[in-house]
């Protein structure tokens, strides 16, 4: 489990703002867009009543606070929370829905500062706490994830829900490069998901911070599924490929080269992990538990 010493969190924090300002201006709609229907599916997951409170952490550029906003309606309430301020921007620049709450942005970072934001204050004191507590794709950015849950669960009123996604256990292509390749080379990984063993390592931190767990599930991967074949040749075509549209950060940071060579034994490690063949796609474990 990772430590959660402040100056951990500075990295973290300062990783995840690097990594997602990059990303900004083409999140919606990279990698087929999968980003926008996960965040549809938050708000069909977790159904918040008409005049609930939503408080979505790591909002980023809005995918899942202004479905929200429309699902909760004029007189529900909903804070956005995020660190980046490039993905703020364009979330302020996107259209409320007709009929929808209104969304008050804030910049902040979604663990020790969380407290302190005065419109989450506001809702507590003034309701009792959230009716809905969400975090999509972002929560394996997050340093100390029990510590977390606790903190966040100490948030809802009673009754109100915590849904949360976490990356599955598969030796995703994603995972391969993000995390395996860039430790190999001695670059900071921008995600801990090693403690994902199972669906139930997210039920466990749920039950730990005294929520019920309604329901957990994994999903159908959010891109087309492909299974790689261990030839040469594909392994240097997913190389040049990937490198070029989604992992940049090796050629931004000069070490296009030296990846190249070290993939050859990263993909050793996916063929062992995917019985013969490299797989790709985005499955994802979610979990919704319930303050009692």
């Known amino acids: 489990m990772p430590s959660s010493s402040s100056a951990n969190n500075e990295t973290d924090k300062l990783s995840a703002e690097t990594l997602y300002s990059d990303r900004a201006s083409n999140y919606d709609t990279s990698n087929g867009g999968w980003h926008v229907k996960l965040g549809q599916d938050f708000v069909r997951w977790s159904a918040p009543a008409p005049g609930s409170a939503v408080l979505d952490l790591a909002c980023g550029t809005g995918l899942v606070a202004l479905p929200m906003a429309a699902a909760v309606g004029r007189d529900g309430v909903v804070v956005g929370v995020d660190l980046t301020t490039a993905m ?31 419109a989450v204050r506001r809702v507590v004191a003034e309701r009792g706490g959230f009716d809905v507590i969400s975090c999509c794709s972002a929560f394996v950015l997050l340093d100390d994830p029990t510590s977390v849950i606790r903190r966040w669960a100490g948030m809802l009123r009673e009754g109100g829900r915590l849904i949360v ?15 395996v ?13 090693e403690w994902v063993q199972s669906m139930h390592s997210l039920e466990r931190m749920y039950e730990d911070a005294g929520l019920v767990v309604e329901k957990s599930w994994r999903t159908k991967s959010y891109i087309p599924e492909t299974w790689y074949e261990d030839k040469e040749s594909v392994r240097d075509d997913v190389f040049d490929k990937q490198t070029r549209e989604l992992y940049v950060r090796f050629a931004q940071e000069g070490r296009q080269e030296d990846a190249r060579i070290a993939w050859r034994d990263v993909w050793k490690l996916g063929v062992e992990g995917g019985n013969g063949k490299v797989y790709e796609g985005y499955p994802v474990y979610v979990s919704i538990g319930r303050r009692p």
């Open 88 to 118: 703020l921007n364009l979330a302020r620049e996107k259209k409320i829905p007709e009929g929808a709450a209104r969304v008050e942005w804030v910049e902040a970072n979604i663990t020790e500062e969380l407290g302190e934001v005065d």
């Open 165 to 179: 996604d976490v990356p599955t256990e598969d030796l995703t292509m994603q995972y391969l490069f993000m995390s």
């Open 181 to 193: 390749l860039s430790t190999k080379l001695g670059m900071a990984a921008p995600y801990d998901r």
